[in-house]
């Protein structure tokens, strides 16, 4: 196992729209989680560390207010893009860290969500 | 900061062996991983070296010089099924992805 679950794996939506996606790690217990961001044909960007219990810290540049992340369990968390503008559209990568794992381990990673916003 | 280059394409022939090479200059380092990663999918994990050396995984190796921020990643006998994007990635507690390796296998 170390099965990482992304709820939706694609959405379209209009601007002005705010967008919640979910990462659940199935079969194990995730302290830690990370959202990325990727735009085509460019690499994956970390946008915020999700501690479980605690506020998510965001990487220089990313809006804190604009991206909201929640980790509100042990297997859940989630990024809420707030009022979604055309710029906003990419491909939106988490991953989870099982608990108790050292940082040289692999992370596992989500299918994506693909988010176009008209 | 984080700096970490790998070229933009590569293309080889079926059965074939391609190097993609990966220089890095990072404030921190506790390993590097390789990922793969087919478009509009998630990156799936191939290799992770912490210590200089060689790393052999079937057809899959992977080299790293700390000393020298350097690390390849060869890939053996090619099948058409590697055509993806290759992604270099240091780890210092979190990951900093180097921009990607496109890699077109040709019959």
């Known amino acids: 196992g170390a099965v990482v679950s992304q709820h939706p794996s694609w959405v379209i939506c209009k601007s002005g729209t705010s967008v919640k996606i979910e990462c659940r790690s199935l079969?194990?217990?995730?302290?830690?989680m990370f959202w990325y961001r990727q735009f085509p044909k460019q690499s994956l960007m970390l946008m915020a560390t999700?501690?479980?219990?605690?506020?998510?810290?965001?990487e220089q540049g990313v809006e804190k207010d604009k991206f909201l992340i929640n980790h509100a369990s042990l297997t859940l968390s989630t990024l809420t893009v707030t009022s979604a503008h055309p710029e906003d559209s990419s491909f939106y990568i988490c991953?989870?860290?099982?608990?108790?794992?050292?940082?040289?381990?692999?992370?596992?990673f989500g299918d994506g969500t693909r988010l176009s916003i008209l | 900061g984080q700096n970490i280059d790998q070229p933009t394409e590569m293309t080889a022939t079926e059965g074939a062996i391609v190097q993609i090479n990966c220089t890095y200059q990072?404030?921190?380092?506790?390993?590097l991983f390789w990922y793969q990663q087919h478009a509009g999918e998630a990156p799936t994990f191939l290799s992770y070296?912490?210590?200089?050396g060689l790393e052999e995984k079937g057809r899959f190796s992977s080299f790293l010089s700390r000393s020298k921020g350097y690390s390849y990643l060869l890939l053996k006998e090619l099948q058409m099924k590697d055509s993806a994007s290759y992604l270099c990635?240091?780890?210092?507690?979190?990951?900093?992805f180097g921009a990607g390796t496109t890699v077109t296998v040709r019959a």
């Open positions: 991953s989870a860290r099982r608990q108790g794992e050292e940082s040289n381990q692999p992370q596992h």
């Open positions: 079969d194990f217990q995730a302290t830690t």
């Open positions: 999700s501690n479980e219990g605690s506020k998510a810290t965001y």
């Open positions: 990072t404030s921190g380092f506790n390993g």
């Open positions: 070296n912490v210590l200089d």
């Open positions: 990635a240091v780890n210092d507690y979190k990951l900093s």
